[in-house]
Antibody, heavy 118, light 106 residues
Framework: QVQLQESGPGLVKPSQTLSLTCTVSGGSISSGSYYWSWIRQPAGKGLEWIGRLYTSGSTNYNPSLKSRVTISVDTSKNQFSLQLSSVTAADTAVYYC??????????WGQGTLVTVSS | DIQMTQSPSTLSASVGDRVTITCRASQSINSWLAWYQQKPGKAPKLLIYKASSLESGVPSRFSGSGSGTEFTLTISSLQPDDFATYYCQQYNSYWTFGQGTKVEIK
């Protein structure tokens, strides 16, 4: 059973870079035909797809965030990471990582709250 | 970008009711639509994929239908565990979620 766990700072200052890591267990991040993705959810609001990383290493990002987002992988640690630059209060949200097969997000992490505040 | 619009935003219902949630896409997404259930403080849970395929382990009272631009999620007989927020998601072109439908106790 694949499990995902987000980790990273819970508080980030405005204009700085938000960095989160998703650790995958129960399967190799570099095998199979899967996307590994980040999704976020501001308090009381809906879900927003941030971006995705394919097992080949290619990436795609939400056009609305593309200029600020980088998703990368560390296969030796079975992890993938999110960096979101120049954050503002609007980036305060619960951030989820997920494994995606055929476009379907069928395995999710539990989510981690990131607050942007000075 | 493909926009997804759900209706209603909130739905008040009683145990045993038949509940229907609608999701409309701004352009055709064929059948590349999934439905998720989310409870407070938890990650979303996949219910339906490819518009009408039931995810393993999901009760058969959940069903999905539609293609093109209009889709529905139906709960045939609402159970206490079903009070939650439901999201549709298109995966025809990148991924976009609807804004959610909260199913609350009447």
């Amino acid at each position: 059973q694949v499990q995902l766990q987000e980790s990273g700072p819970g508080l980030v200052k405005p204009s700085q870079t938000l960095s989160l890591t998703c650790t995958v267990s129960g399967g190799s991040i570099s095998s199979g035909s899967y996307y590994w993705s980040w999704i976020r959810q501001p308090a009381g609001k809906g879900l927003e797809w941030i971006g995705r990383l394919y097992t080949s290493g290619s990436t795609n990002y939400n056009p609305s965030l593309k200029s600020r987002v980088t998703i990368s992988v560390d296969t030796s640690k079975n992890q993938f990471s999110l960096q979101l630059s120049s954050v503002t209060a609007a980036d305060t949200a619960v951030y989820y990582c997920a494994r995606v097969g055929g476009g379907i997000l069928n395995y999710w992490g539990q989510g981690t709250l990131v607050t942007v505040s000075s | 970008d493909i926009q997804m619009t759900q209706s209603p935003s909130t739905l008040s219902a009683s145990v045993g009711d038949r509940v229907t949630i609608t999701c409309r896409a701004s352009q055709s997404i064929n059948s590349w639509l999934a439905w998720y259930q989310q409870k407070p403080g938890k990650a979303p849970k996949l219910l339906i994929y490819k518009a009408s395929s039931l995810e393993s382990g999901v009760p058969s009272r959940f069903s999905g239908s539609g293609s093109g631009t209009e889709f529905t999620l139906t709960i045939s007989s609402l159970q206490p565990d079903d009070f939650a927020t439901y999201y549709c998601q298109q995966y025809n072109s990148y991924w976009t979620f609807g804004q959610g439908t909260k199913v609350e106790i009447k």
